[in-house]
């Protein structure tokens, strides 16, 4: 199976990683979140060629997680901000961050968030149930598959490879 | 730049996405979460070749995301069980995941988890914050970074490219 072909499995994590599963398109939603949003800016701080990063914000473009504006004219330059689809993927960096912190060994971590609503200057971003706020881990929750999902699940490992 | 090169960054995010910024990653680890631990039943689910499900076991397990143990003697025949670190990736899948839901229009999630501590079916798990239990996104929060990390940034921005 190949990357592309992962959004057609009943799996929203497949489809996820269909658009995002690349180190690439997650560092350049993090680089406009931190608001460097111009391409020069993008490149520097990136490493990588002009053409590559042209490439991927276009793909990103395509896929309605970052929108391309014009801040000049004559030459006409562009800045590259996210779309409400390409801010939904803050929880995504906010936990592989966390995740970095924990597992590298870094004496402080590079990137702190504070909570606007209390004014905690590290807010410790946690997994909490909508319900009653609980702590969440893969121990304090139960998972229910949907049978379009077990259907095809069952299909996958019963036929042939 | 590449992708082993990110790890090398005052940057947990591009630390985590050096080890695990790839699609193929990421789907292993959530296998092994929904107990699908043999190489035979993961290489069913993922449609991958054995060569090539073999070597991503084998990085996993050279970064300690995945551990191997036997279940049979003879022949001998392994199973793969996540580590403390590769656990740690649980907020990662499902955050992915909650975003794949959003933007995939499906009508109903293929994977819902429910609240042990209250009982609630659809825990709808969000980021909130330690202290108050608040919601977090990128307008509830502020971010710092540590001098290293802005000392980085500021010389790979000015610096030739």
Same sequence: chains 1, 2.
Avoid at 25 to 31: A, F, T
Avoid at 53 to 74: F, K, M, N, S
Avoid at 87 to 96: A, D, I, N, Q, Y
Wanted: hydrophobic share 40%; charged share 25%; with cysteine.
């Amino acid at each position: 199976m190949k990357r592309s072909e992962l959004g057609g499995l009943t799996c929203s994590l497949a489809g996820a990683l269909a658009e995002v599963g690349d180190a690439w398109s997650l560092l350049i939603v993090k680089e406009l979140m931190l608001r460097n949003r111009r391409f020069d800016g993008l490149a520097a701080q990136m490493g990588v060629s002009d053409s590559s990063l042209a490439g991927r914000l276009r793909r990103l473009e395509d896929l309605g997680i970052v929108a391309r504006r014009a801040y000049q004219d004559r030459p006409v330059r562009y800045e590259y901000r996210l779309t409400e689809k390409g801010e939904g993927l803050w929880p995504v960096l906010v936990t592989l961050t966390t995740w970095g912190d924990r597992w590298q060994g870094r004496e402080t971590p590079p990137l702190v968030y504070g909570c606007v609503a209390c004014g905690v200057p590290d807010a410790r971003p946690h997994l909490a149930c909508e319900a009653c706020g609980a702590l969440l881990s893969p121990r304090a929750v139960t998972a229910s598959q949907s049978p379009d999902m077990q259907a095809e699940r069952a299909r996958r490992t019963a036929g042939p490879r």
